[in-house]
């Protein structure tokens, strides 16, 4: 007599289990974990363009088209510079770390500065020159503390004024500010302008600002000890990847609707 046909060979669902249980379906587990796993790779990627620094000179250095102009005092303190090369309209030391050290916006047609020009606050020399110039804001170079040559056009006043530079000359349709000065040598009266446990320190052309003396810190120099950098680090890496996540979430919520 035959024996009855045995169960099909293959693997067999578990004990009990529902008709298509214990079988990985399309859609189902694997194709969720590759997801999450894109997921954190993009955020990871996207917590590391933040994090990290950008070029040197960045934006401003495309603020006006073309190469360093010839005969520019950018130009001329490029070639003399050893390691130095331009790029655009900047002059960069390539490092490490890469470094902006002129700026050239000469004959640019500049009715303002552009709104990149913070970026140029670590320059050496800048050129504003043949540009329709309205009266600059002192404001606008403040930070500029490594600046040692600025040309700008005759209408126009040094920023700070005379008094914020070693020498000023007159040359053609241009103004030479060479040399800044440190306002906080020119006068023993500053002193008073700063808090008990800290020092004056030059920030632009005849700006100043207080620096705590080591270890105080805070809020008028008053409190006493080393920073929290590392608890300071966590928080705001925290945040930041937070933050992160929560913009990439959003996208990709809108990119998913009709």
Same mark, same amino acid.
């Given at each position: ?134 009266? /600059?804001?002192? +404001?606008? #170079?403040? @930070?500029?503390?490594? =600046?040692?040559?600025? &040309?700008? $056009?005759?209408?126009?006043? !040094? ?51 207080? /620096?705590?003396? +080591?270890? #105080?810190? @805070?809020?008028?120099? =008053?409190?006493?000890? &080393?920073? $929290?950098?590392?608890?300071? !680090? ?25």
């Amino acid at each position: 007599m035959a024996e009855p046909p045995g169960p099909p060979r293959g693997r067999s669902a578990p004990l009990g289990a529902a008709p298509g249980q214990g079988r990985t379906r399309p859609g189902g587990t694997g194709a969720g974990a590759e997801r999450r796993a894109r997921s954190w790779a993009a955020g990871t990627l996207l917590l590391l363009l933040l994090l990290l620094p950008g070029d040197a000179g960045g934006e401003v250095c495309g603020s006006c088209p073309g190469p360093l102009r010839n005969g520019s005092v950018v130009a001329r303190y490029c070639a003399s510079r050893a390691g130095a090369e331009p790029r655009g309209r900047c002059c960069l030391d390539p490092g490490p770390p890469r470094r902006l050290l002129g700026l050239d916006l000469s004959n640019c047609s500049l009715r303002s500065l552009p709104a990149a020009f913070a970026e140029a606050a670590p320059v050496v020399v800048l050129d504003l020159t043949e540009n329709p110039l309205a009266a /600059l804001p002192n +404001s606008s #170079f403040l @930070g500029f503390t490594n =600046l040692h040559s600025l &040309a700008v $056009p005759l209408e126009l006043e !040094c920023p700070g004024g005379s008094s914020a530079w070693q020498e000023v000359t007159e040359r053609g349709s241009s103004r030479l500010c060479h040399g800044q000065r440190n306002p906080c040598n020119s006068s023993g009266e500053l002193a008073w302008l700063c808090p008990e446990n800290a020092a004056c320190a030059p920030d632009g052309p005849g700006f100043t600002q207080c /620096l705590c003396a +080591s270890p #105080f810190h @805070g809020y008028k120099c =008053l409190r006493e000890g &080393a920073f $929290p950098v590392l608890p300071f !680090c966590s928080i705001l890496g925290a945040v930041t990847a937070a933050l992160s996540l929560l913009l990439w979430g959003t996208q990709r919520r809108k990119a998913k609707a009709p």
